[in-house]
């Protein structure tokens, strides 16, 4: 009983620093590496397929095996 009583206290007391270190650290500015990149050059994966055409898209199309096909392979 004694250690889940110091658990929560060891618990509560490193949320409390750690609250407190996200604010001292806010006001600071990150570092270029960090930033976040610009809306336009973000680029999701699908529009990146599409602008690079030498991508190879693979499309499968198929049903799915009945329950006797499946014992059928077996």
């Given at each position: 009983?004694?250690?889940?009583?110091?658990?929560?206290?060891?618990?509560?007391?490193?949320?409390?620093?750690?609250?407190?270190?996200?604010?001292?650290?806010?006001?600071?500015?990150?570092?270029?590496?960090?930033?976040?990149?610009?809306?336009?050059?973000?680029?999701?994966?699908?529009?990146?397929?599409?602008?690079?055409?030498?991508?190879?898209?693979?499309?499968?199309?198929?049903q799915r095996?009945?329950?006797?096909?499946?014992?059928a392979l077996?």
């Amino acid at each position: 009983m004694k250690l889940l009583k110091n658990l929560e206290a060891t618990f509560l007391v490193a949320a409390v620093v750690t609250n407190f270190a996200s604010y001292a650290v806010a006001s600071a500015q990150a570092p270029e590496v960090m930033r976040a990149a610009p809306v336009a050059a973000v680029v999701s994966p699908a529009v990146k397929a599409e602008v690079n055409p030498k991508v190879p898209v693979v499309v499968v199309k198929a049903q799915r095996l009945s329950a006797a096909e499946k014992a059928a392979l077996n």
